[in-house]
């Protein structure tokens, strides 16, 4: 019985993600069809939605099989950037079969494929954000998910179930902790079969561990620690027999630089056109604020250590850094907070108009120009300033070998709440872990974050 009501579960959040995503792809082509019907003159025919309904039938048909066979339904143990890069992949894949089968099939002739342009696009933006939140609020519920049986020892066993309980939408929900030496035919079998995640203390020989627990588990995980590297996009390699981890810096190779610097350049150029009414209207209130220039300009380490001035609106008053100095003089809590997480949770020399700049990260828009000009990059590391150089360390040769981001990924799980050392573990992932899919899913994760006034 158990077991059946553990596979109904995993059924039911099946069919959640299947109704949603073929309403939303019934949705999708509505509007494509609208703005399809709306550009007709622009065109030498009428869309007809006669000749459309059919291929949107399919297109739900097709959808749900290629999102069941990159493992979408449930989705059980995909972190957010893998979501994001299958949820991609499969998007694309449906509509480039959609497009093959109305260009070679006489029954869809008529059918305007303007609409599929349209639709790729439009589902390429609504399903990721649909799975997030769905995945989001879904995972709240006890229901979500299957049981997770960890062995392992000590800290290193309750660090991985800490981790299992923080990332809910990875639906691997601890049921147990058993020290290594419980892998027995014996006590194994009497286990219900779920996921084993399995973490063997330094040279401990695992195969007899491995074929144990694959008779009995319908997928056994391995934790092997790696640094920091993570890594989300590690690929294995057979060494004649032996099991070889690759894992690199993916953004030290020259093409992805490239690539994402054509990114940086394209993304800055459009955001800084339909952003421009909003920057003048921000730079009359902070000019009716305080006495001041709207615009601050701050020095910080760009990429191989060259300097720049990173461009912000002004939210402090003009002698800021005075009376930085007189504080941490003065009061020995804040300068252990400041020496800590080098910023302050309630900072006195913020002004009244830079306080809700900041909540929302709007402060950060003017950063656009340096994106521009080949500084900074949409996303990525930090931008520390001088004075950090001796607290970055040993990391100064990674993260300054790239351009820092205006976003991040530290910026975006850690905030304010992080320590230094934190933020640096965090930028070296991110250069590790590097891919678009990873810097579309922080430009959406930092979107949500300023609409909740999250900001630091």
Known sequence: MKKQFIRWRGLFVSSIFILVDALGLYFIFRVSFFIRQTLTPLFDRKAIWTATEPLMQLGILLSIGVFFIQGLYPGYGLTAVKELERIGRSVSLTFFLLAGVSYLNKPFQNFSRSTLLFGWVLAMILFPLSHFILRNIISRYSWYGTAVVVFGEGKDAQKIVASLKRVRRLGWRPAAILPINAITYDRVKLIEPHVAIISPPANTPIESYAHILNQHFRKVILIQPTGNFGSAWVEPRDLDGQLGLEFHYHLFDHYARLLKRLVDFLGSLVLGAIMSPLFAILSLMVALDSPGPVFFYQQRLGRNLARFNVIKFRTMVLDAEQRLAEL?????????????????????????????????????????????????SLVGPRAYMPSELDDIGDYAPILLRVNPGVTGWWQIFGRHNTTFQKRLQMDEYYISNWSLWMDLYILLKTVWIVFKGQGA
């Not at 003089?329 to 949770?345: G, I």
């Not at 909540?359 to 994106?371: I, M, Y």
């Open 328 to 376: 941490l003089q003065n009061d020995p809590s804040t300068r252990a907070e400041y020496e800590t997480f080098h910023k302050l949770s309630d900072d006195p020399r913020i002004t009244r108009v830079g306080k809700w700049l900041r909540r929302f990260s709007l402060d950060e828009l003017p950063q656009l120009w340096n994106v521009l000009v080949g500084e900074m």
